[in-house]
């Protein structure tokens, strides 16, 4: 079976209880020995994923001054919303295997960059590279890889700006650095990869009907990518009347 069509399994987490304490049952392990076992286990991935969350937070917030920030200097936000999440089991389950990584959380840490992901929505075109620009700017912020689907799209037709950076969490004895990926669009390039996502999985479909569809998306992506840039023009034009 490929690594593409491989199905896996997560287990159900009421299914492992129960089985862990059959198991403990069936050879009289004292019941604080099992708990110290599980602890050991599961306080790993806790911590991992906390980290992840924590990050988001940090990133957040720096976007949150930012937009405060420019809303006093420029008379109006820039961001028009922030979403974030942090992959789960499956999701990394699957990168894992693509990648052909080692099993254990630092390997995952190293070679994983999008565990953590902010996805910054903006007005204008012009809205993200100063967004950007600010980010990157501060201190405490390294920049680990640039990616512009902005100026360079996908074939796909896809636009967007990908940042993968470090940012620094403060913890109760120590400091960590942790990768986050940011992406930056506008409202219209966020709907048409918002549609595109769904539309992409859809199965059974003739291969002409899927070239059809791929060229309509390209058309479409086209055309939202026109509207960003006449509505930066209305804006420039405004702006410069003022």
């Not at 960059?113 to 204008?124: E, N, Y």
């Not at 966020?190 to 390209?218: C, G, R, T, V």
Request: aromatic content about 8%.
């Amino acid at each position: 079976m490929s690594e593409k069509n491989q199905e896996i399994i997560i287990p159900n987490a009421d299914e492992v209880a129960k089985e862990l304490v059959k198991f403990s049952e069936s050879i009289n392990f004292n019941e604080e020995m099992f708990l110290n076992i599980i602890q050991e286990s599961i306080a790993p991935a806790e911590e991992f994923f906390t980290d992840y969350a924590c990050a988001i937070m940090e990133v957040e917030t720096k976007f949150k001054v930012l937009n405060e920030m420019f809303s006093l200097k420029y008379d109006g936000n820039p961001i028009e919303s922030i979403t974030s999440r942090v992959k789960g089991y499956d999701s990394i389950i699957r990168k894992v295997i693509k990648k052909n990584i080692p099993r254990n959380l630092a390997s995952i840490q190293e070679n994983i960059h999008d565990i953590a992901g902010v996805r910054v929505i903006c007005s204008f075109v012009d809205d993200i590279y100063r967004l950007a620009k600010c980010l990157l700017q501060q201190d405490d912020i390294t920049l680990i890889s640039q990616k512009d689907y902005i100026k360079n799209p996908k074939p796909s037709g896809y636009r967007s700006l990908h940042l993968i950076i470090s940012v620094p969490i403060y913890l109760e004895n120590e400091k960590k650095d942790v990768k986050v990926e940011v992406q930056l669009r506008t409202i219209a390039m966020d709907f048409w990869a918002s549609l595109e996502h769904k539309l992409k999985y859809k199965k059974n479909l003739p291969e002409e009907k899927k070239d059809m569809l791929s060229q309509e998306l390209i058309d479409c992506a086209n055309a939202s990518a026109e509207l960003d840039r006449r509505m930066q023009n209305v804006r420039n034009i405004i702006l410069k009347g003022e």
